[in-house]
Each structure stands twice: as structure tokens, then as C-alpha cells.
T-cell receptor, first 110, second 118 residues
Framework: GESVGLHLPTLSVQEGDNSIINCAYS??????FIWYKQESGKGPQFIID?????DKRQGQRVTVLLNKTVKHLSLQIAATQPGDSAVYFC?????????FGQGTELSVKP | DAGVIQSPRHEVTEMGQEVTLRCKPI?????LFWYRQTMMRGLELLIY????????DSGMPEDRFSAKMPNASFSTLKIQPSEPRDSAVYFC????????????????FGPGTRLTVL
């Protein structure tokens, strides 16, 4: 079916290290992908997006990679900080709707 | 701008009671979305409005759920009667859509309403 497949794993990293969060999507028709960050008790917050005609996009400390061949998306966070601790969701957009994955919890150890 | 405003932040009610959740989108945004978040199902789109008109309500779970947007600055999500399985965090999000049919891009989410139905 149309779903984005995050299984809510937990990723624990040391402060200062790089983090990589992965996401598998299922719908070939999706042409736009977004990463959101959700801190405890708050709503999701936009981090970065990428269109299907790109395979990489960089923001401030974050990079999103898209591999359409295997329907895989990743979010890389450089020099992870305690403030990066949150649940991260990828979302795909088949037919103009946002469909969210289950999320990955990132825990940053000081 | 204060961002998307939702009220109440927390709601505890008993099964069978009517629940009304409220949302004030960001001023100038023309589209509003209601989502439900649970551990089991993650974030699910319930309904979205464009220029106060419901465009897609296919995510509304059943007739007990209804949503209205009487004007550009206010929307409600009502559950009547409520059931324990409706317990979740309900988010409202808004966005300015410039291109018809384009509903993605950066949606701005409110802080959510945590609903507990006993």
C-alpha cells in the first residue's frame, strides 16, 4: 500500500558525532519528500525537503539524500547537538497528500 | 505571528461525551489540515481545507468526526460521541498554497491537543 516505512527505532549518538536517519518509502509516484522534527510536547517542525529530480540537498548541518532506485531517503545531521534530540519523520507526497512515516527517535548523549 | 494556535492543549473526557477541538491558522494562510497522532498509527491526515472549503476528508475515521472552517481564521474538529480509541494528539497545520493542487511544502503545525477519552 501507500506507506512510508519508519519503524520508530531509537538512534543514540554521542554529542558531536554525525547522525544518519533512514527512511524507506513505497510510492513511486511521490515526487516530493520532507523531513520533520518533533520535540516532546510539540508539533512537527519542517527541517528540509527534496524533490524527486534531485538526489541530494543540503541545509544548515543537515543533508537529505534520495535514492529513487531503492526508494530510500536519509537525513544526515552533522555535529549532532543535544538540541537535536527529537523524533524525526520523513514524509512522502503521493497525489499531493503528506504521508508520514512512523518516526525515529534520536537521542544525543552529552 | 504567534503561529498556529490550538485549544485546548489537553482534554480529558468520558466516553460518549462531545469533544470540540479548535484551531486558529497562521494569518494569511489559505489551507488548513487536521492530523491525528498515535503510537500505533503515527501521524494521519484527517481532513484538509483550502479557502475554507473541505477538499479531502477521506482520512476522517467515521461519522462521529466532523470538521468545519467557518472563516479563514478558525476551524473546529468535533467528535460526537467520543470513544476511548479516539485518544490521541490532534494537530492542526496551515500553509499558504499558491499553486492549485500543491498541498505539500512547509506546513506549519500547532502544538497539538492531547485528548484522553476515559
Amino acid at each position: 500500500g501507500e506507506s512510508v516505512g519508519l519503524h520508530l527505532p531509537t538512534l543514540s549518538v554521542q554529542e558531536g558525532d554525525n547522525s544518519i536517519i533512514n527512511c524507506a518509502y513505497s510510492n513511486s509516484a511521490s515526487d516530493y519528500f520532507i523531513w520533520y522534527k518533533q520535540e516532546s510536547g510539540k508539533g512537527p517542525q519542517f527541517i528540509i525537503d527534496i524533490r524527486s529530480n534531485m538526489d541530494k540537498r543540503q541545509g544548515q548541518r543537515v543533508t537529505v539524500l534520495l535514492n529513487k532506485t531503492v526508494k530510500h531517503l536519509s537525513l544526515q545531521i552533522a555535529a549532532t547537538q543535544p538540541g537535536d534530540s527529537a523524533v524525526y519523520f520523513c514524509a512522502e507526497t503521493p497525489g499531493g497528500k503528506l504521508i508520514f512515516g512512523q518516526g525515529t527517535e534520536l537521542s544525543v548523549k552529552p | 505571528d504567534a503561529g498556529v494556535i490550538q485549544s485546548p492543549r489537553h482534554e480529558v473526557t468520558e466516553m460518549g461525551q462531545e469533544v470540540t477541538l479548535r484551531c486558529k491558522p497562521i494569518s494569511g494562510h489559505n489551507s488548513l489540515f487536521w492530523y491525528r497522532q498515535t503510537m500505533m498509527r503515527g501521524l494521519e491526515l484527517l481532513i484538509y481545507f483550502n479557502n475554507n472549503v473541505p477538499i479531502d476528508d477521506s482520512g476522517m475515521p467515521e461519522d462521529r468526526f466532523s470538521a468545519k472552517m467557518p472563516n479563514a481564521s478558525f476551524s473546529t474538529l468535533k467528535i460526537q460521541p467520543s470513544e476511548p480509541r479516539d485518544s490521541a494528539v490532534y494537530f492542526c497545520a496551515s500553509i499558504l498554497i499558491r499553486v492549485p493542487g500543491q498541498v505539500y511544502n512547509e506546513q506549519f503545525f500547532g502544538p497539538g491537543t492531547r485528548l484522553t477519552v476515559l
